[in-house]
């Protein structure tokens, strides 16, 4: 699977709308990009995934650009609740194979009251 | 309905003992899998199972073992613990082993199990 790039931290003020990035030029055209987050303490939660159109939910928008090579996690009314480390991993599904999730170490989002 | 669920959610062994850790997955979800979160770092891949076999393996020692029941709970194994094996714990599942593009591929996580060894 390919390799992401995130930024360590990132601050947000409440009730703004938080905008994560994530870097994954080495992607490959068979290559999801999903989200997970996960709260301290807690199981990674799954957030939302995509190919290649951009995709919305109940929790959150992801934007993918035109050529794949990034995309950016919307929250569009941040909380205090969405305080977590936010994990963006690309993900093939291959015939027969393991499907293990490749994590990175992730953008520690803090929502500052 | 219930998520991928863990037991026990916490607890704490001797350097040398064995440990079990057990997963019941998302009801309908064939495949389980592993993960090692140590402090700090993002989840690790162990093992993935589906209908009973293994179908992947990360880069853990042969102490750590695992299998699948026929009701497709998994137990996660241990053998003579060292204090780097301290994590958090963590199984997922998912409905499917190779779907293609449906939704029966998102793998969902349980809340993990933490163990600590002294």
């Known amino acids: 699977d390919a390799k992401t790039t995130q930024p360590t931290s990132m601050d947000c003020a409440e009730g703004r709308a938080a905008n994560l990035p994530c870097n994954h030029s080495?992607?490959?055209?068979?290559?999801?990009v999903y989200w997970y987050r996960q709260i301290h303490s807690q199981g990674p939660q799954y957030i939302i995934h995509?190919?290649?159109n951009n995709e919305t939910n109940e929790m959150a928008s992801l934007i993918i650009t035109e050529d794949r090579k990034s995309s950016t996690l919307i929250l569009p009314h941040a909380t205090l609740r969405d305080t977590a480390v936010y994990y963006c991993?690309?993900?093939?599904?291959?015939?027969?194979?393991?499907?293990?999730?490749?994590f990175g170490k992730g953008t520690h989002l803090i929502i500052q009251p | 309905d219930a998520g991928v669920t863990q037991s026990p959610t916490h607890l704490i062994k001797t350097r040398g003992q064995h440990v079990t850790l057990r997963c019941s997955p998302i009801?309908?979800?064939?495949?389980v899998s592993w993960y090692q979160q140590v402090l700090g770092q993002g989840p690790q891949f162990i093992f993935q199972?589906?209908?009973?076999?293994?179908?992947g393996r990360g880069n853990f020692p042969d102490r750590f073992s695992a299998r699948q029941f026929p009701n497709y709970s998994s137990e996660l194994n241990v053998n003579a613990l060292l204090l780097g094996d301290s994590a958090l714990y963590l199984c997922?599942?998912?409905?499917?082993?190779?779907?293609?593009?449906?939704?029966?591929?998102?793998?969902?996580f349980g809340e993990g199990s933490w163990l600590t060894v002294v």
């Open positions: 199972y589906y209908e009973k076999e293994e179908r």
């Open positions: 995509g190919l290649k």
């Open positions: 009801s309908g979800h064939k495949s």
């Open positions: 991993i690309v993900r093939a599904y291959s015939g027969g194979g393991a499907d293990g999730l490749t």
């Open positions: 080495t992607i490959s055209g068979n290559e999801y």
């Open positions: 997922a599942s998912r409905q499917f082993k190779d779907p293609g593009q449906g939704v029966g591929n998102t793998i969902y």
